[in-house]
């Protein structure tokens, strides 16, 4: 279905002028008018969505963030157009290591439906506070904590019908004024493959997952305030059966570990906080247990694991915010083939990915200006064992490119800078403007830097190319500019932004020159394989919000955004940038009942990378609907999403790589059809 600039579709439904930017419904935002170390960010509840199997998915409704689907729990955050580990993304103030070299278990994968309270996100450039690694922005899930002098629980649960899929969780804080505790779980399930508007299985898309969960938190003051606390937090995650059609390999199994120590300190006058947290995963997945294999293709399983630490230390007084990071991790991947005992490759093997930062941020109002000036020095150090192809006696292409990695030096070590300059200034009461600089600079993922022979093991690009990695890959940096407004009176509000990001030293896959790489690559079926190299790119575009208050019950709302990523070193875009959308629709809200009417129009995707041989998409536009009803102790919430069943391509969801389905191998996966939901909620 293509879609002309005009959005015929949407002004056919102009009525239904919407977007997620409702706090009762959808998203609400926050933005910095005083005070120190505060922002402008954009938030959603789970409460407030339809129903969802990952957290990921919350992202489509919030300005200028895009979700890039490789699977129903595998969803990469993409925002403005940059995607995996340049979006800082923590969960429950934690950025720890996945176990997946392919990014199965992304990090928003981590968070639990039940215990999230909201995901939130910084609009526009992030401030050095927010995370080590900003260049592409900044997304935080926000998680429940153990809070004193109360006991109360919530159970939750919901279904959705294409996929079969079902959640139910419960949540319960137990306390007294110096005790704490708190206690979640969630199971979730599909079972049987989702389909498009066109009747077309989406297989695999199955899944099982569960994920259990408490913290303890000791009051260490004589109130049953927060403020002196220390907690201790655990949380396991398993993940089995579980489809990812875009990716070579369906998951297996994800077991993961994660403990988190923390605490709050009243110290003279600065506030302490600290952290120290660590996880152990351990992931399988394989090409044969979930997908028909093709005769002619080998049976491939892959054992990765990964080790990692996450701690901070930060003191905050008036205007000062100060702080020290630290992150390290280890990762190994072994490939082996269950129909022949003697195949076995080193994918990643003794890898280390640590990083040590220092920052400092000021924050204060001058007149009509309130200033956010910030600074991180940050020092990255990476390294990896030797690695072995069992094939590389008779291979000699692979022994070539196997001797050359294990001769080389493999440490690398580099120091980085952020400096963040954010501004507003209050015209009126009601207008203020907003204004944007930074230099920002990030280190290439253990995958770019390690990856030794070509392989699929991207972290999660899904294009289908394999790639070589190159260890002494500069960093990136980004120098951003972005402009806005924000417009708040009576019953309208108007919210856009502008952005440019200039990047040099930009990390992405290239054709490959090497000709043992190419003859490796040709030897397992691809005759054009990619290298990770450091390129020149721009992306520019804007992000708008608006909503107006009708009448006392109803009220519109607006989210549109658009983003172009380009080469600057040759004529060609940039890979997997999320299509220009406009969200419209109409709320109702009388009493406890509250319906919503929204129309999505997402626009021909044609600005495509040549060099990774991607497919432009057309545009599209859908209809979904929402009603529900929510008293003090329960909530009752249905809506069918898809309405008209339109059958489309999702630019972002890559292209399906299993044989014997519906779909063909190569072809851009299709969205999901016409999906009717329900989800409920009792509290206590």
Excluded: C
Excluded at 579 to 605: C, T
Aim: no cysteine; glycine share 8%.
């Amino acid at each position: 279905m293509k879609l002309s600039l005009s959005y015929l579709t949407v002004s056919i439904a102009a009525i239904l002028w919407s977007s997620t930017i409702l706090a009762q419904e959808s998203a609400f935002e926050v933005i910095e008018v005083t005070g120190q170390h505060q922002g402008s960010y954009s938030a959603i509840t789970t409460e407030s969505s339809a129903a969802v199997a990952d957290i990921s998915a919350l992202l489509a409704n919030l300005p200028g963030t895009a979700v890039n689907g490789n699977g129903p729990l595998t969803g990469i955050a993409q925002y403005r157009g940059l995607f995996g580990d340049r979006v800082n993304t923590q969960v429950n103030g934690l950025s720890l290591a996945g176990a997946g070299p392919n990014a199965m278990d992304t990090p928003l994968s981590y968070a639990s439906l039940i215990n999230t309270e909201r995901l939130e996100m910084t609009r526009g450039i992030a401030p050095v506070s927010a995370g080590t690694n900003t260049l592409g922005g900044s997304l935080k899930v926000i998680e429940s904590q153990a809070r004193f002098d109360e006991v109360s629980g919530t159970v939750a649960a919901q279904y959705q019908g294409n996929g079969d899929q079902a959640h139910i969780g419960a949540q319960t804080n137990l306390a007294n004024d110096q005790h704490a505790l708190l206690l979640y779980g969630d199971l979730m399930q599909a079972n049987s493959n989702m389909e498009s508007g066109a009747s077309q299985a989406i297989a695999p898309t199955t899944y099982d997952k569960s994920m259990v969960g408490g913290q303890y938190r000791l009051n260490l003051s004589d109130t049953s305030s927060e403020d002196a606390s220390i907690a201790i937090g655990y949380q396991h995650l398993e993940t089995t059966n579980a489809g990812t059609p875009v990716l070579p390999m369906d998951i297996d199994f994800i077991r993961t570990d994660r403990v988190k120590l923390e605490g709050q300190h009243q110290l003279s006058n600065w506030d302490l906080n600290w952290h120290l947290a660590y996880s152990d995963a351990r992931h399988g997945m394989d090409n044969f247990s979930e997908r028909v294999k093709n005769d002619n293709a080998n049976a491939r399983y892959n054992n990765a694991e990964s080790q990692s630490y996450d701690s901070a230390i930060t003191i905050e007084q008036d205007a000062w915010l100060l702080g020290l990071n630290a992150q390290f991790s280890e990762h190994n991947s072994v490939i082996t083939d269950p129909t022949k005992p003697m195949f076995r490759v080193d994918n990643f093997n003794d890898v280390t990915d640590n990083t040590l930062s220092a920052f400092a941020q000021w924050q204060q109002d001058i007149d009509q200006w309130n200033w956010q000036l910030g600074l991180r020095v940050k020092h990255y150090q990476t390294d990896a064992g030797e690695v072995n192809h069992s094939m590389a006696g008779s291979m000699p292409a692979i022994k070539t490119l196997m001797d050359r990695y294990n001769s080389a030096d493999r440490s690398q070590s580099q120091t980085g800078v952020d400096l963040v300059m954010n501004g507003r200034y209050q015209v009126t009461p009601s207008l203020s403007w907003v204004i944007g600089l930074a230099r920002k600079q990030d280190s290439a993922s253990y995958q770019q830097r390690y990856l030794w022979v070509p392989m699929q093991s991207t972290g999660g690009l899904a294009d289908g190319r394999t790639y070589v990695g190159k260890m002494d890959l500069a960093l990136e940096t980004a120098y951003q500019l972005e402009l806005g407004a924000d417009y708040h009176q009576d019953n309208f509000s108007l919210s856009p932004r502008i952005f440019v990001h200039r990047i040099d030293d930009y990390i992405q896959g290239v054709t490959a020159t090497d000709p043992v790489v190419i003859m490796a690559a040709k030897m397992m079926g691809d005759d054009n394989p990619m290298e990770f190299a450091n390129v020149d790119a721009q992306l520019l575009g804007m992000d708008i919000t608006a909503s107006y208050q009708l009448s006392a019950h109803w009220q519109l709302d607006m989210m549109a955004s658009y983003v172009s990523g380009e080469r600057r070193d040759i004529d060609d875009n940039l890979y997997r940038i999320a299509p220009p959308k406009l969200n419209l629709g109409l709320n109702y809200q009388r009493g406890n009942w509250l319906a919503r009417i929204e129309s999505i129009a997402v626009a021909a995707q044609d600005k495509v990378s040549k060099t990774q041989l991607e497919q432009a998409s057309s545009g599209y536009g859908l209809v979904n609907l929402s009603l529900s009803y929510d008293a003090d102790t329960w909530m009752v919430k249905t809506g069918v999403n898809n309405l008209f069943n339109t059958d489309y391509e999702d630019h972002l969801a890559g292209y399906n790589r299993v044989s014997n389905t519906d779909l063909a191998p190569g072809q851009r996966m299709p969205g999901t059809g016409l999906n009717a939901w329900v989800t409920g909620e009792y509290r206590f």
